[in-house]
């Protein structure tokens, strides 16, 4: 992963926002276009999957699951939406810009392309908090206790001459006889059709009289429950990095900024740049002839790489 640290700061009584641009160049496949957020590292190269985070937030594809992340880190544990939000990264080529807000009222708001896709709350949609009631394990269902609303009636009795078979022996060919040649084997009576056969009996049902319907424990206060008024807070912010596992390459992410001024994060989304051309990293020495070939191949990059940032000025030009 690649990450960038800066000062420490806490989001307390204030706005979180994090908005940042992402483009697919080629079809992922599977592989993920979010951002983590979180506490100062004291060594940034260590940075990658097991590094702690606040926030994760971004696309994620593999196959047909697709979403849009948003992840919150609780007293250790990384809590994911109860349902997911939708994925728009879709056509590659073109970049999409995402905007999260976090509020000091404990609600959040999720933007795509500058189009509202989430606004609700930190408490009602993350698990974030241990339920307030839980099912009384002293509660025991009574012995007695009846679920089904219907039972078959004792009285009604299989008539006598009831037939469930739907076969039966010919008895014209009770006899065995040989199939075919001489010396065949034998075989017994053949089977026809029952003519009378009126299938399996079923026992008239009626309204279970003791019937009281599907039984469930009674609820209890949780004694583990604690609200929380402060989930959106976190006293530390220090980095944001690109984790990411990827099965094809050309992933673009630019134009990231976190704040906690909105009209800022708007300004620098109408003033900002488009897609900055990516360095390359530096090739050890070549003999003549591989130097040419490589330099043909730079020049060839470098038509791509033009193309791509003109083509990221012509797409976002709505977006900046």
């Known amino acids: 992963g690649i990450s960038a640290g800066f ?9 979180l926002i994090v908005q940042y641009q992402a483009k697919y160049e080629k079809d992922v496949e599977c592989g993920g276009g979010y951002l983590k957020i979180g506490p100062k590292m004291s060594d940034a190269t260590g940075f990658g999957d097991p590094t702690p985070y606040n926030i994760m937030f971004g696309p994620d594809k593999c196959g047909y699951t697709k979403r849009t992340h948003l992840i919150f880190s609780y007293k250790g544990k990384n809590v994911l939406k109860k349902t997911d939000l939708s994925y728009k990264q879709e056509g590659e080529g073109t970049s999409h810009l995402y905007r999260l807000v976090v509020k000091p009222d404990n609600t ?3 933007e795509i392309d500058e189009e509202k896709v989430y606004e609700g709350s930190l408490k009602e949609d993350w698990e974030l908090l241990q339920p307030k009631e839980i099912s009384d394990p002293e509660d025991k269902k009574p012995s007695d206790w009846v679920d089904d609303s219907m039972m078959d009636d004792p009285e009604d009795k299989k008539p006598a ?5 739907k076969r039966m022996v010919d008895k014209r060919g ?6 075919g040649r001489p010396g065949g084997p034998r075989v017994g009576g053949a089977h026809e059709g029952q003519p009378g056969v009126q299938g399996r009996v079923v026992r008239e049902a009626h309204l ?3 019937v009281k319907g599907f039984w469930e424990a009674k609820k209890i206060a ?4 604690q609200d929380d008024d402060e989930l959106y807070k976190y006293a530390d912010f220090g980095f944001i990095g690109f984790d990411l596992w990827q099965v094809k390459g050309g992933t673009i992410f630019d134009n990231v900024i976190v704040t906690d001024d909105v009209s800022e994060a708007d300004a620098f989304l109408r003033n900002g740049r488009p897609f900055t051309r990516l360095r390359r990293p530096k090739r050890p020495r070549k ?7 490589a330099r043909a191949e730079d020049k060839s990059e470098d038509d791509d790489i033009d193309d791509t940032k003109s083509d990221s000025r012509r797409i976002g030009a709505g977006l900046f």
């Open 7 to 15: 000062d420490s700061f806490s989001n307390a009584g204030k706005e």
């Open 222 to 225: 949780n004694p583990e429950y």
């Open 174 to 179: 009770q006899e065995a006889r040989r199939l």
């Open 287 to 293: 003999d003549k002839a591989k130097k040419a070939e």
């Open 161 to 165: 001459d009831w037939v469930e078979e």
């Open 208 to 210: 279970q009289p003791r």
């Open 108 to 110: 959040v708001r999720v």
